[in-house]
T-cell receptor, first 113, second 113 residues
Framework: GQQVMQIPQYQHVQEGEDFTTYCNSSTTLSNIQWYKQRPGGHPVFLIQLVKSGEVKKQKRLTFQFGEAKKNSSLHITATQTTDVGTYFCAGDAGGTSYGKLTFGQGTILTVHP | EAGVAQSPRYKIIEKRQSVAFWCNPISGHATLYWYQQILGQGPKLLIQFQNNGVVDDSQLPKDRFSAERLKGVDSTLKIQPAKLEDSAVYLC???????????FGSGTRLTVV
């Protein structure tokens, strides 16, 4: 079945440093979504990427979808303590699996003030 | 709009006992999902409903897990009998067909002792 891998598993940064997490799927995706889960909380939808090579920005967050639609990345510029949490990518293979998301294991981000 | 409601928030049971979780999705969301999130891992899909029909239950351990969505609104997930490895957070999510992202509930944290 479809597998989604994320690296790194953990990332510790000083406030103000940049952060990047990478996501790779074993199969071509229809779309990829990113979620943030605060400690003790539930996943919250951040963004969806659909097109090959697509780049989207949300303030300090930049999301990319690879040309082959099998990988993605999330980059945070100048991290803040409010960025702390686990960032998950989730792939939708489309077709008969449309709407069914396979989540990566997440990257846990800690930010030291 | 109101979010996805789940209850209870926490449940502790002994192994071999039964337990049930309840979910009320966002009004008008036809698609409902149950995910299992084991500590330190990404959410894993258990079952997907479209209205009151099952779309995908391929990862639901059907010897002990069951789920229903009567009238296409509320849903219940049941485990009988529970095992120690069922300790996890059970997340319910809903979405509009074709819309962006899932909305997750706060989850039910199950501890099996």
């Amino acid at each position: 079945g479809q597998q989604v891998m994320q690296i790194p598993q953990y990332q510790h940064v000083q406030e103000g440093e940049d952060f990047t997490t990478y996501c790779n799927s074993s199969t071509t995706l229809s779309n990829i979504q990113w979620y943030k889960q605060r400690p003790g909380g539930h996943p919250v939808f951040l963004i969806q990427l659909v097109k090959s090579g697509e780049v989207k920005k949300q303030k300090r967050l930049t999301f990319q979808f690879g040309e082959a639609k099998k990988n993605s990345s999330l980059h945070i510029t100048a991290t803040q303590t409010t960025d702390v949490g686990t960032y998950f990518c989730a792939g939708d293979a489309g077709g008969t699996s449309y709407g069914k998301l396979t989540f990566g294991q997440g990257t846990i981000l800690t930010v030291h003030p | 709009e109101a979010g996805v409601a789940q209850s209870p928030r926490y449940k502790i049971i002994e192994k071999r006992q039964s337990v049930a979780f309840w979910c009320n999705p966002i009004s008008g969301h036809a698609t409902l999902y149950w995910y299992q999130q084991i500590l330190g891992q990404g959410p894993k899909l258990l079952i997907q409903f479209q209205n009151n029909g099952v779309v995908d239950d391929s990862q639901l351990p059907k010897d002990r897990f069951s789920a229903e969505r009567l009238k296409g609104v509320d849903s219940t997930l049941k485990i009988q009998p529970a095992k120690l490895e069922d300790s996890a957070v059970y997340l319910c999510a809903s979405s509009l067909l074709g819309a962006l992202g899932y909305t997750f509930g706060s989850g039910t944290r199950l501890t099996v002792v």
